[in-house]
């Protein structure tokens, strides 16, 4: 790739949109997961005793359902992501190459 086809897909404004809405997308899904984990951490230092709790008769406690819901959460957020890039961030890509293309 030549450095004026370089510099023109840098100038593309859907090249612009593209770049700034993966960045939006991903900071706001790793956001959302650091504040589950860190929330998880505090509450784990903060109130062990609430997630030591036992659910019913059994010797599962409410921290173990929790931990899980929060890697559940991490696939979730895998497929918002896959889902958001498959929907809006690729046709952008698809404009941008088939518009600078030599």
């Not at 960045?23 to 609430?50: E, H, K």
């Not at 173990?64 to 889902?83: C, E, K, N, Q």
Request: charged share 10%.
């Amino acid at each position: 790739m030549s450095p004026q086809q370089q510099q023109a897909i840098l100038n593309h404004p859907a090249f612009q949109q593209l770049a700034r809405g993966k960045a939006r997308l991903g900071w706001s899904l790793t956001a959302v997961m650091l504040l589950l984990y860190y929330g998880f951490i505090l509450v784990l230092a903060f109130a062990p005793q609430w997630l030591a709790q036992p659910i019913g008769a059994g010797v599962t406690t409410v921290g173990m359902p929790v931990g899980v819901a929060i890697i559940l959460a991490a696939f979730a957020l895998t497929g918002i992501y896959v889902r958001q890039a498959n929907k809006r961030l690729d046709p952008l890509n698809e404009q941008v190459l088939k518009e600078c293309r030599p």
